[in-house]
């Protein structure tokens, strides 16, 4: 069930309006596939009325430690368009500007070029106004924490020795 409507979702925004079209389809694979996953949970939610579609990019960055593995983190707007939530064909969906946008950062490990379970990929979403710079810091320390070992590269600090 999950993977139908992952299909979906993904199917909605590679078929989605031009401007967001090149947005999205300037990400590389690995990034595409966290943002497919935070439409996935956003569009799961009860309280979402309007389909959402990627808009930009605030931050990215990977880690290839090797053996087919990657570290994913990526910061970036999703912003709500005219069509109503569960629209399949986006071509004629339009970005809405009477809306806030929703600053999603997702990290996650990757393994042949899908994303694996464990550990759990770490998705927060929230509307822009209403993030603050707790939150901010809460997901790099968490994005940073997973699945690392001691002395292991981070995605996006480095923190001094204990």
Same mark, same amino acid.
Not at 25 to 38: E, F, T
Not at 67 to 73: A, D, E, L, R
């Given at each position: ?5 992952? @299909? ?5 925004? *590679?078929?989605?309006? /031009?401007?967001?079209?090149?947005? $999205?389809?300037? !990400? ?10 935070? @439409?996935? =949970? !956003? ?5 979402? =009325? ?5 808009? #930009? ?5 990977? %880690? ?6 990657? $570290? ?5 707007? *999703?912003?709500?368009?005219?069509? =109503? ?6 071509? =004629?969906?339009?970005? #809405?500007?009477? #809306?806030?946008? %929703?600053?999603?950062?997702?990290? $996650? ?5 899908? %994303? ?20 901010? &810091? &809460?997901? %790099? ?7 690392? &070992? #001691?002395?292991? /590269? &981070? *995605? ?7």
């Amino acid at each position: 069930m999950a993977a139908l409507v992952l @299909l979906l979702v993904s199917a909605g925004v *590679l078929l989605c309006s /031009p401007e967001a079209q090149g947005a $999205y389809s300037k !990400l590389s694979d690995n990034y595409r596939k966290g943002v497919n996953l935070a @439409l996935e =949970q !956003l569009s799961s939610h009860s309280g979402v =009325q309007h389909h959402f579609l990627f808009f #930009r990019s605030l931050l990215k960055s990977e %880690i290839e430690p090797g053996f087919g593995v990657s $570290y994913v983190y990526h910061n970036f707007y *999703l912003k709500a368009t005219t069509c =109503q939530k569960g629209t399949v064909d986006s071509a =004629q969906c339009k970005f #809405r500007n009477d #809306r806030p946008m %929703i600053d999603c950062a997702v990290c $996650y490990k990757m393994f042949a070029g899908e %994303i694996d379970k464990e550990p759990k990929p770490y998705v927060h979403c929230v509307h822009k106004p209403a993030l603050t710079e707790d939150m901010k &810091t &809460t997901r %790099i320390d968490h994005c940073n924490a997973m699945g690392y &070992t #001691r002395g292991a /590269p &981070t *995605l996006l600090a480095s923190k001094g020795s204990k």
